[in-house]
């Protein structure tokens, strides 16, 4: 909401109502409003002051201001935008972040609100129609850098401005040139051609030729020449003496205080703690490449003010370089980035502003005569067909076990599962995998899940989406594939026996003989679980239905914050775990003593409503990792341009990650790729609180199931191109099309069973696959999801090779135990790959999927063949021999030991 006062520049009312850019700029120290058809186009000799305001799924509107001064702006309009910033988030209740913005050097979430690119030109903004001051048809010289956000600036037109690791625009009357230094990443040439675009359609009204140049390629082509022709004739460019650009060194971060004469007094270095933050203080953070401006809560406009203009004084008087961003910030709108800076940083998150905004929607429904009991929770959206078919296999040592049909929805907490969800595409089925990990589980058996699941994706054709889920952390369309699931306590395998017998716990496994208690839990009937919880009244919660067996009866509880919906989902669940039971029904406060003597005597519980968290927005970083060294940089405003196929990158959406692994990327494991999936949940970027248990999706490019691409505006013809990011780029500029023959997707549409057509659908043929219609207990009502024909369904895919000899032993046999392959075939495989090796060898550091110098060319299934026999004995603790004669899962787990699968 905002609030205006007279001290208020009144071309600001009303500013910030609606999500979207409003761009003002300074005209004969006026604030004037730049009209949209004029946004993005900036220029040199002015200042502007721009408010992006995004609707957040979390809350309240997020405001984000910027102040740009051009190079040529006078002090005077640059100094008046910085007071105009101010004057507009006092107007918005100082519920902004601000940040100054330097040409040439904006930071990346401004330059992401102007995609492709901004150009500035030369003079200045002016307001009367028909003046269009600044602009020329003049040759020039623009270099572009940047992967996801590209900073264009113009350079002297001259051939010193060309050197080999920056990409190059000559923009001509009638051609414009793209040149790419020969160390130019492929990414940078990509958004360069971007802006070539942008050129030619904005400038150009379509009508030029493009001509791609590349350093050090002289051949006989009158587009080259002609290039050079510009610059006096071809002449080698110069190796560079130095990295171009400035390096980046450590710097001490350090804390000031600044006291209302705008005076600035160091108050501490490094180690600092947020209770040296005072609510009517300002401070000055500085860390070298950036300063943050903390302002209290109780601070006035007045020290605000004095505050921002001692930070700019600092960084004058300082001769810092205008690559040094400064950010101004509220109390309680800190960025994830300047409370890195800080040893602890308690939480303050308001956690029933959900509930707090729903209860505020009902009194409002009430005064216009509504009567409203409830307001409806978000149903969640299946973006797949949930009627396919399901596997599932238990954990069990070193083995995996099909667990028939009828059992397959009941899974134990101290075991660990393989689960395969099939279902229809538009072409063919599409393959969906989980290794869900029980919260007692021992880690033996949790390694082995991951491990099993990735050489059954492996040797599945169609690279599927694989995921990590653990207990109590599922996401709904984990419950949604099961339609129906229980889990109970305790474990059957062989690992989770061992450890109880080992540490001397007592098994609680389920026996339907002795007492249990289960939480009832769920949205609808093909979104229910029964969870067994401990069997004493703690455990109870008004928000729930339970069911309680002592072995010679059945209760059922009823809590006093639950709906009806809740109490049908207790009856289909009843149902379906015993049909034969009698159960008597217990509202809460009504409970006889035999009630409470089964869960061992009546004790306090949770009585109050259960607390939703609000849902949290996506973001989309770009993840790279570098011996050892983890690096996370988000992509602001991001589209699907930005899963560009060299890169690996996480979608963030709180409940989940989605690993996005490209084609052309480094990574080429999804076991890497999981791994990769922690170690940004350890590096907890947003500093969220994200657990160790968030589940993990990887997903391959060209791949994408649909419950990831409703994230996006989806164009399934970008999703399916061939080449790097650079060809596919030129190709959509030549007006050619490189995409495969992929189905078209349609990532907006939920599916449900009731335009399903009736009976079962066949699918792989599999007597142990599940191929489900809907659950006898659902009968009673509908879907609450919609159902479309036109089913979302990833590309067609190359084939992948397998880890096992011929069929997957994964399949169709119950037991999946370590098979030896024959004589025959071992000695066949031993020759070959003993050949490759004495043919080739490399030193392990080199081979490891990890190296940071790997070795190109070589197949990269059978990386430890490139060993000496030497170093292959010292990592494998037996001769090449040997270790081929072993099973094939065997060799691919001592491979993973050693980072060499």
């Known amino acids: 909401m905002a609030f205006y006062s007279k001290d208020v520049d009144s071309a600001l009312h009303g500013a910030g109502a609606k999500p979207g850019l409003e761009i003002w700029c300074i005209e004969d120290l006026r604030l004037v409003p730049v009209p949209k058809s004029s946004h993005g186009k900036f220029y040199s000799g002015s200042a502007y002051v721009v408010l992006s305001t995004s609707v957040l799924k979390s809350g309240p509107p997020q405001h984000d201001i910027h102040y740009w001064m ?21 107007a918005l209740g100082s519920c902004t972040v601000q940040y100054r913005e330097v040409q040439g050097q904006e930071t990346e979430k401004f330059l992401s609100y102007f995609k492709p690119c901004i150009i500035p030109v030369e003079g200045v903004y002016s307001s009367q129609p028909g003046n269009s001051n600044g602009e020329t048809n003049q040759v020039t010289l623009l270099t572009c850098k940047g992967d996801h956000v590209v900073h264009v600036k113009e350079v002297p037109f001259s051939r010193s401005s060309l050197n080999h690791n920056d990409v190059f625009i000559l923009e ?97 270095s490094n180690s600092l703690d947020k209770d040296m933050l005072e609510k009517s203080k300002c401070y000055m953070l500085d860390c070298g490449a950036e300063i943050f401006v903390w302002m209290g809560r109780n601070t006035s406009i007045t020290e605000r003010k004095t505050s921002i203009s001692a930070a700019e004084d600092f960084l004058r008087k300082h001769d810092r370089s205008s690559r040094t961003h400064l950010t101004f910030l509220t109390e309680g709108l800190e960025t994830s980035m300047f409370k890195s800076y800080f040893n602890i940083w308690p939480q303050t998150a308001e956690t029933k502003l959900y509930d707090e905004g729903r209860e505020k929607v009902a009194a409002i429904f009430k005064q216009q005569g509504y009567e409203v009991k409830e307001l409806p929770e978000e149903d969640f959206q299946s973006y797949i067909n949930c009627r396919g078919t399901l596997k599932v296999w238990r954990v069990n040592g070193h083995e995996l076990s099909l667990i028939p049909v009828s059992e397959q929805t009941k899974l134990y907490s101290g075991d660990c599962y393989v689960v395969q969800y099939t279902y229809p595409g538009n072409e063919r089925d599409e393959s969906l995998f989980y290794a869900w990990l029980g919260h007692r589980s021992v880690l033996e058996d949790r390694a082995d899940a991951i491990f099993h699941m990735s050489a059954i994706v492996d040797s599945t054709r169609g690279d599927p989406v694989m995921a990590q889920v653990t207990e109590n952390r599922e996401p709904v369309q984990f419950f949604l594939i099961f339609q129906t699931l229980i889990v109970y306590k305790g474990g059957i395998s062989a690992g989770y026996k061992k450890f109880i017998a080992e540490s001397g716990i007592d098994d609680d496994t389920y026996d339907e003989k002795k007492t249990a208690l289960f939480r009832v839990q769920g949205t609808s009937p093909e979104n229910m679980q029964a969870i067994q919880v401990d069997h004493v009244s703690s455990s109870l919660n008004s928000s729930y239905c339970y069911i309680l067996q002592n072995g010679t009866s059945v209760f059922t509880w009823i809590g006093n914050l639950t709906l009806s919906r809740d109490h049908d989902l207790l009856d289909r669940m009843l149902e379906l775990i015993n049909p034969t039971w009698q159960p008597i029904s217990v509202r809460e406060g009504s409970e006889p003593d035999s009630f409470w003597s089964s869960l061992g005597g009546k004790t306090e519980y949770p009585r109050e409503k259960e607390m939703k968290k609000f849902i949290e927005d996506q973001h989309l970083f770009k993840f790279t990792s570098t011996e050892g060294d983890v690096k996370v940089k988000e992509i602001y405003s991001f589209t699907q341009d930005d899963l560009t196929t060299e890169d690996v990158l996480v979608l963030d959406c709180h409940k989940e990650i989605y690993v996005w692994v490209g084609r052309h990327s480094t990574i080429k494991s999804k076991q890497v790729a999981l791994n990769l999936g922690l170690k940004f949940l350890e590096t907890d970027i947003l500093e969220e609180e ?56 349609n990532a907006r549409k939920a599916y449900s069973r009731e335009a399903t057509p009736d009976g079962p659908r066949s699918r792989s043929g599999s ?61 066949n495989q031993i020759d070959t790959i003993e050949t490759s090796a004495n043919a080739l060898i490399y030193p392990y550091q080199r081979l490891t999927v990890v190296s940071t110098d790997p070795v190109p060319g070589i197949d990269v299934t059978k990386r430890e063949a490139y060993l000496s026999e030497e170093e292959f004995a010292e990592r494998f603790g037996m001769p090449k021999g040997a270790f081929y004669k072993l099973p094939k899962w065997r060799q691919n787990k001592l491979k993973m030991a050693v980072d060499l699968f």
């Open 70 to 90: 051009g190079n040529d702006a006078n002090e005077v309009d640059s100094a008046l935008a910085s007071d105009k910033a101010l004057q507009l988030d006092a």
């Open 172 to 268: 001509t009357a009638s051609k414009i040139f793209l040149f790419s230094g020969c160390n130019s990443s492929i990414q940078e040439r990509a958004k360069a051609l971007e802006v070539v675009q942008y050129i030619k359609e904005n400038k150009h009204a379509g009508n030029c030729e493009v001509a791609i140049i590349e350093d050090g390629k002289l051949v006989g082509d009158s587009d080259v020449g002609e290039f050079w022709s510009f610059f006096g004739g071809y002449a080698p460019i110069p190796r560079d003496s130095a990295l171009a650009g400035e390096q980046q060194v450590d710097s001490p971060v350090i804390l000031f205080w600044i006291n209302l004469q705008g005076k600035l007094s160091q108050i501490g």
């Open 767 to 827: 007597s142990n696959g599940w191929e489900r219609s809907v659950s006898p207990a659902s009968s009673k009502s509908g879907s609450h999801l919609k159902f479309s024909d036109n089913h979302n369904v990833s590309s067609p895919t190359p084939i992948v090779r397998k880890l096992f000899t011929g069929s997957s032993p994964y399949q169709d046999s119950p037991v999946v135990k370590p098979s030896s392959p024959s004589t025959n075939e071992n000695s």
């Open 690 to 745: 994200l657990s160790l248990e968030t589940p993990i999706y990887v997903i391959t490019e060209g791949h994408e199931p649909p419950f990831f691409t409703c994230f996006f505006e989806w164009d399934p013809s970008k999703a399916n191109m061939h080449g790097n990011s650079f060809e596919r780029k030129l190709a959509t500029l030549k007006g050619k099309t490189s995409s495969g023959t992929a189905p078209a997707r």
